[in-house]
């Protein structure tokens, strides 16, 4: 199998994932402030390489959660197969707090340390 993979690879027959980079970001949840305030205070720069360094995304959650005064903010990513990845920044403002538990218990096991 690795063989014909190869060689249908090889005839460009199919195209192999590029390595993978920031594509872009999504912010999700937030109503005081606005997109491109939370984009600029997070040093992310789109089309570098992308590295799983998921302790630097709970600092920068830390300080858009103090910075902004939300609820919580819980930080994460979606990567595609075309090598694509997006951060994904969840803001829960305060007041709707109830909308942790609908996340959380989605995530719950593989991603819980995210829930507190």
């Not at 970001?25 to 984009?39: C, L, N, W």
């Not at 600092?59 to 990845?85: N, P, S």
Request: contains cysteine; negative net charge.
């Amino acid at each position: 199998m690795n063989c014909l993979f190869s060689v249908v690879v090889a005839l460009g027959l199919i195209q192999t994932p590029e390595e993978p980079k920031w594509a872009g970001m999504e912010i999700i949840g937030a109503h005081s402030v606005e997109r491109a305030t939370i984009e600029s205070a997070i040093p992310l720069e789109i089309g570098s390489p992308w590295t799983d360094t998921r302790s630097q995304w709970q600092e920068w959650a830390a300080k858009l959660q103090e910075r902004f005064d939300f609820h919580r903010v819980i930080i994460t990513r979606v990567r595609y197969v075309d090598g694509r990845v997006f951060l994904v920044v969840d803001v829960i403002e305060k007041g709707e707090e109830t909308r942790i538990d609908a996340t959380c218990g989605v995530w719950r096991g593989r991603l819980s340390h995210l829930c507190g």
